[in-house]
Every structure is written in structure tokens, then in C-alpha cells.
């Protein structure tokens, strides 16, 4: 079946230091591929999106990915972690055979002084 | 400013009592989504709707239903048949006609007393 799969569902970095979420899609096809972002008690925001016109992607907050069709992945980054990127990040794909959006589980980035 | 909103922000629901969330935008989108989301588990698509008064199951729509008499508005209810109600709410809406959500509330959350 066609998903996202985010390894580690939490992750834990001292401030100045790289941020690095991993993101796994599963199928043959590329699909279109997204990051949101969701602080506590709010909605998601739309971090950055794929759809194949460049397979680095610059986004919102100095954030960052790169598509890799090779490993089948879409890894997060940014440089320097601060205090306020501490949230819960969501990797998403378009489903092929429905068109909707697939979630992956969620990985939550606690940001350490 | 535009945007979505979503009330109650808490509700609490009695065994065998349907309860309705309301979901309001005024970004004249055309598509609107609920999703529930559970820990650990991302977000899972209940119903969408990309157009009015025509709405579609999502992968978990059973216990759950909507209307879309206007464009700006998309209720969902959570009946009794909802076994297991308790979890965070989220709308959305999107201009793509269901490619995906481009703006999300702040979300309802659900318990059972």
C-alpha cells in the first residue's frame, strides 16, 4: 500500500544544532510529497511541498528537503535548530489511487537549550 | 484576516449523545476536510467535501457524518455509532478541489465523559 513512512517518533536537539526528520514514501511512481508543522493545540501548517520540479525544497522557517528517488526519501533539515521550531513535524504523500493526502505518524522535535 | 475556525475548542460528549463541530472559513476555498487525529498515528481523512452540498467518505467516515449547505461551512457530527469519539478534530479547506488542504484550524478536542 502506498505510505510515508517517519522514522523516530521523537527527536531530540540541542539549539544551534542540525535538525534532521526522516521521511520514507513508499512506490514506484514519485509522488507529490509534504512537511507540515503542528505547534501544541493548534492546526498544521504547510512546511514545504514536492511535486517535482526541483528535488531540493526550501520552505517556510529556514527549513528544507531533498527529494532522493534513489532512497525513496524526503528528509527534513535545518541548519541551526531554535527554541520555537520545538513541535510535532508530519511528512505527507498524495495517495495514487485516491488523490487524497497520506500522513505519515508524526515525529515531535524537542529543541534543547 | 482570513482563515478557519473551529468550535468548540474542547467539547465533552455523554455515552450515546451525538455532538456536532463546527467548522467555519472565509477563504472562499472551494474543498473542506475533516480529519481526526489520534497519537502516533498522523492524521486520518473522516469526510471531504469539494464543492457544496456534494461530500465524499474518507477512510474512517463510519460513526461520523456532514452537511455542506453553504460554502463557507462544513459541520461535522460525531454519533453515538463513534465507539471511540475521543481524539483531536481538525478542518481544513484548499482552493485544489481535493488535491489537499492548504489551510488548517486550530482544531477541536473531543473527550468522553
Known amino acids: 500500500a502506498q505510505s510515508v513512512t517517519q522514522l523516530g517518533s521523537h527527536v531530540s536537539v540541542s539549539e544551534g544544532a542540525l535538525v534532521l526528520l526522516r521521511c520514507n514514501y513508499s512506490s514506484s511512481v514519485p509522488p507529490y510529497l509534504f512537511w507540515y508543522v503542528q505547534y501544541p493545540n493548534q492546526g498544521l501548517q504547510l512546511l514545504l511541498k514536492y511535486t517535482s520540479a526541483a528535488t531540493l525544497v526550501k520552505g517556510i522557517n529556514g527549513f528544507e528537503a531533498e527529494f532522493k528517488k534513489s532512497e525513496t526519501s524526503f528528509h527534513l533539515t535545518k541548519p541551526s535548530a531554535h527554541m520555537s521550531d520545538a513541535a510535532e513535524y508530519f511528512c505527507?504523500?498524495?495517495?495514487?489511487?485516491?488523490?487524497?493526502?497520506?500522513f505519515g505518524q508524526g515525529t515531535t522535535l524537542q529543541v534543547k537549550p | 484576516d482570513g482563515g478557519i475556525t473551529q468550535s468548540p475548542k474542547y467539547l465533552f460528549r455523554k455515552e450515546g449523545q451525538n455532538v456536532t463541530l463546527s467548522c467555519e472559513q472565509n477563504l472562499n476555498h472551494d474543498a473542506m476536510y475533516w480529519y481526526r487525529q489520534d497519537p502516533g498515528q498522523g492524521l486520518r481523512l473522516i469526510y471531504y467535501s469539494q464543492i457544496v452540498n456534494d461530500f465524499q467518505k474518507g477512510d474512517i467516515a463510519e460513526g461520523y457524518s456532514v452537511s455542506r449547505e453553504k460554502k463557507e461551512s462544513f459541520p461535522l457530527t460525531v454519533t453515538s455509532a463513534q465507539k471511540n469519539p475521543t481524539a483531536f478534530y481538525l478542518c481544513?479547506?484548499?482552493?485544489?478541489?481535493?488535491?489537499?488542504?492548504?489551510?488548517f484550524g486550530d482544531g477541536t478536542r473531543l473527550s468522553i465523559l
Open positions: 481544513a479547506s484548499g482552493t485544489d478541489r481535493g488535491v489537499q488542504p492548504q489551510h
Open positions: 505527507a504523500r498524495i495517495s495514487g489511487n485516491t488523490g487524497k493526502l497520506i
